[in-house]
């Protein structure tokens, strides 16, 4: 426990700087592009080398980079057309190179040839079987609970039994700090893959008109 206070302090330390100076940088830009409604070029790369350096800080800490980009995001002035002008400016290029590039890595890291009994793969099984069940069954009772009908509370059951991005993001983090080993990371995986794989056939046969009409 002592060994992490001071990377709490630091932490603390920089939640203070970005939700002060930080925060009050992104709203003179927000308020910036409010006054000329156009997204210029430096405004994207302001914002681009802010969530570098707040990356680039946590990463120094001993935290994952990840959650300096996710700070810097959260901090994004929200009563503005910054935020949108910006998202359509990324999208495609993050789901178009860096997504793919990121599921690649992510495949990189998983060795399904480490299940390599039939102890891992029950054992894989039931990990399976238990994401299954607590997701699904978690949500369909207490959508039920507060008056949804049958048919919708198996559809929401259903969707939010799929796991993708941010299961894979989590993943990705825990192994590469040592929390989870290698066969733990490819269960989950495996876990993730079919539980999101399974979600639109078997949401068309329990909702199709629905489904189909929209």
């Known amino acids: ?51 570098l350096l707040s990356a680039i800080v946590t990463e120094g800490i001993g935290i994952d980079v990840i959650f300096g980009g996710f700070l810097l995001g959260v901090l994004m ?13 990324t999208e495609t290029f993050v789901a178009t190179f ?27 099984g039931l990990v399976i079987a238990a994401a299954v ?18 048919p919708q509370a198996r559809a929401l059951g259903l969707l939010m039994n799929t796991r993708g991005l941010t299961k894979l993001i989590v993943l990705n983090i825990g192994l590469k700090l040592h929390v989870i080993s290698p066969v733990i990371f490819s269960m989950f995986v495996l876990m993730a893959l079919v539980t999101t794989i399974m979600t639109s056939p078997l949401l068309q046969r329990v909702y199709p008109l629905r489904t189909g009409g929209r």
Request: glycine share 10%.
């Open 1 to 51: 426990m002592a060994d992490a206070l001071p990377t709490l302090l630091y932490l603390a330390v920089f939640i203070v700087l970005m939700v002060t100076a930080g925060r009050w940088a992104l709203q003179r830009l927000g308020r910036e592009y409010s006054r000329t409604g156009e997204l210029t070029q430096w405004m994207p790369m302001l914002i681009y080398i802010a969530v």
């Open 77 to 89: 002035p929200k009563n503005t057309g910054l935020t949108e002008a910006l998202k359509a400016r």
């Open 98 to 124: 860096l997504l793919p590039i990121f599921f690649a890595y992510s495949g990189l890291n998983t060795h399904f040839e480490v299940l390599n009994s039939p102890w891992l793969w029950g054992v894989c």
């Open 133 to 150: 069940i607590g997701k699904y069954s978690g949500v369909y009772l207490a959508a039920r609970g507060c008056g949804v009908d049958q």
